[in-house]
């Protein structure tokens, strides 16, 4: 039966795609306040942490369940500061009991000695630590927190010595655009096994940072991704996010790393809200509603918005994401970000939009007429 979506037109409901990933922020409190974040959350205190409303075990328990009917493989951990949660270690046990696939982004300045023994515990896993900068005054200054650096460095390396993945991520800024090369000569020598670089984003705090041109300009953001594949050498493996339509054809084998599969992915926010991803910490508009009341199964079959959204991606995107040889791979990159900007969930990635306004879109990556 047809479903009804907002002003009266109808999407023809059908069994959809499986739900293999969940993106889940276990709290919405951070312990840092990083200049260029996008989400953007409300620090973290003791009394915020004890006083938040989240998920407890049997919760999470039945949402993995429920999940996992509908073909969940693997659980991001993303934030707010996802160590910062009392609870994760029993969280992964849990996950890991079932065979999910599991990985994190943190900042990494806190790490239990319970959550380090589970990470072991339950590992292959991959751990992708935020670090911006090889100097510790740099990092501390873009992350708000004295004594940043020092923190994430030390658990850096007793994650390392327990065997575990780890991969070192920053965002590109003007003020550590330097600093690229030396974080992965650190990488090498931590014995991390990537580096990954992200384009700043202009969304929460990162749209503040790009109105007051801390960010790069498109055309020297592209100059400077083609030089560092040049000299980057033996160093561990480089992944640059940038939409695949720039990648060269020798970088298109790791594209996947940097491909957001949004038609497979729900967000799991830390009250128990449904969503994208982390978008649904401020844009309401892109809840779907509550594990604690509502089942998986029918939000993930049948919700409006969802539907909407594999009736428009990838067939419908409009402007230079429609037109893109790579849509059907990529979905218009970051659709939390269209939806955030246009309103919409088919308007073109804002990378993409401005590089054609720019003349800088690779014509060879449009679709033949």
Same mark, same amino acid.
């Given at each position: 039966?047809?479903?009804?979506?907002?002003?009266?037109?109808?999407?023809?409901?059908?069994?959809?795609?499986?739900?293999?990933?969940?993106?889940?922020?276990?709290?919405?409190?951070?312990?840092?306040? $990083?200049? /260029?974040?996008?989400?953007?959350?409300?620090?973290?205190?003791?009394?915020?942490?004890?006083?938040?409303?989240?998920?407890?075990?049997?919760?999470?328990?039945?949402?993995?369940?429920?999940?996992?009917?509908?073909?969940?493989?693997? %659980?991001?951990?993303?934030?707010?500061?996802?160590?910062?949660?009392?609870?994760?270690?029993?969280?992964?046990?849990?996950?890991?009991?079932?065979?999910?696939?599991?990985?994190?982004?943190?900042?990494?300045?806190?790490?239990?000695?319970?959550?380090?023994?589970?990470?072991?515990? !339950?590992?292959?896993?991959?751990?992708?630590?935020?670090?911006?900068?090889?100097?510790?005054?740099? /990092?501390?200054?873009?992350?708000?927190?004295?004594?940043?650096?020092?923190?994430?460095?030390?658990? #850096?390396?007793?994650? !390392?010595?327990?065997?575990? @993945?780890?991969?070192?991520?920053?965002?590109?800024?003007?003020?550590?655009?330097?600093?690229?090369?030396?974080?992965?000569?650190?990488?090498?020598?931590?014995?991390?096994?990537? #580096?990954?670089?992200? !384009?700043?984003?202009? !969304?929460?705090?990162?749209?503040?940072?790009?109105?007051?041109?801390?960010? *790069?300009?498109?055309? =020297?953001?592209?100059?400077?991704?083609?030089?560092?594949?040049?000299?980057?050498?033996?160093?561990?493996?480089?992944?640059?996010?940038?939409?695949?339509?720039?990648?060269?054809?020798?970088?298109?084998?790791?594209?996947?790393?940097?491909?957001?599969?949004? #038609?497979?992915?729900?967000?799991? #926010?830390?009250?128990?809200?449904?969503?994208? $991803?982390?978008?649904?910490?401020?844009?309401?508009?892109?809840?779907?509603?509550?594990?604690?009341?509502?089942? *998986?199964?029918?939000?993930?079959?049948?919700?409006?918005?969802?539907?909407?959204?594999? @009736?428009?991606?990838?067939?419908?995107?409009?402007? %230079?994401?429609?037109?893109?040889?790579?849509?059907?791979? $990529?979905?218009?990159? $970051?659709?939390? =970000?269209?939806?955030?900007?246009?309103?919409?969930?088919?308007?073109?990635?804002?990378?993409?939009?401005?590089?054609?306004?720019?003349?800088?879109?690779?014509?060879?990556?449009?679709?033949?007429?």
């Amino acid at each position: 039966m047809p479903a009804l979506l907002p002003g009266g037109s109808t999407v023809n409901e059908a069994p959809g795609p499986p739900l293999t990933s969940i993106y889940y922020n276990p709290t919405r409190y951070c312990n840092l306040a $990083c200049s /260029h974040c996008w989400l953007a959350p409300q620090r973290a205190t003791p009394e915020r942490l004890e006083a938040e409303d989240v998920l407890d075990a049997a919760g999470w328990t039945d949402v993995l369940d429920q999940a996992m009917a509908l073909g969940l493989t693997g %659980v991001k951990y993303t934030g707010g500061e996802p160590f910062l949660f009392p609870e994760l270690p029993r969280f992964l046990r849990l996950a890991h009991e079932r065979g999910l696939h599991q990985w994190f982004e943190t900042n990494l300045t806190v790490l239990g000695d319970d959550l380090l023994a589970t990470l072991t515990e !339950i590992s292959p896993l991959l751990i992708s630590v935020s670090l911006d900068h090889v100097d510790p005054q740099v /990092h501390d200054r873009l992350r708000a927190s004295p004594g940043a650096f020092a923190a994430t460095r030390s658990n #850096l390396e007793k994650l !390392i010595a327990a065997g575990l @993945e780890v991969q070192l991520t920053l965002t590109l800024q003007r003020s550590n655009k330097d600093a690229i090369e030396p974080l992965g000569d650190l990488a090498a020598r931590l014995g991390a096994t990537s #580096l990954k670089v992200n !384009i700043l984003q202009p !969304i929460g705090r990162g749209r503040e940072r790009q109105t007051e041109h801390l960010g *790069l300009p498109l055309e =020297e953001l592209l100059d400077f991704h083609a030089a560092l594949h040049t000299r980057w050498g033996a160093r561990p493996t480089l992944i640059f996010d940038l939409p695949i339509a720039f990648k060269s054809s020798d970088q298109l084998q790791r594209a996947a790393q940097c491909r957001c599969n949004i #038609l497979e992915t729900l967000g799991l #926010l830390a009250d128990g809200s449904l969503s994208l $991803c982390g978008i649904g910490t401020f844009v309401e508009g892109l809840h779907f509603g509550n594990v604690r009341r509502d089942r *998986l199964e029918p939000v993930w079959r049948r919700h409006p918005t969802l539907l909407k959204l594999r @009736e428009d991606v990838p067939s419908r995107l409009t402007g %230079v994401c429609g037109r893109c040889l790579f849509r059907s791979f $990529c979905l218009g990159g $970051c659709r939390a =970000e269209a939806y955030y900007r246009e309103g919409n969930l088919h308007a073109p990635f804002w990378f993409c939009a401005e590089a054609e306004r720019l003349g800088l879109f690779p014509k060879s990556r449009h679709r033949p007429s």
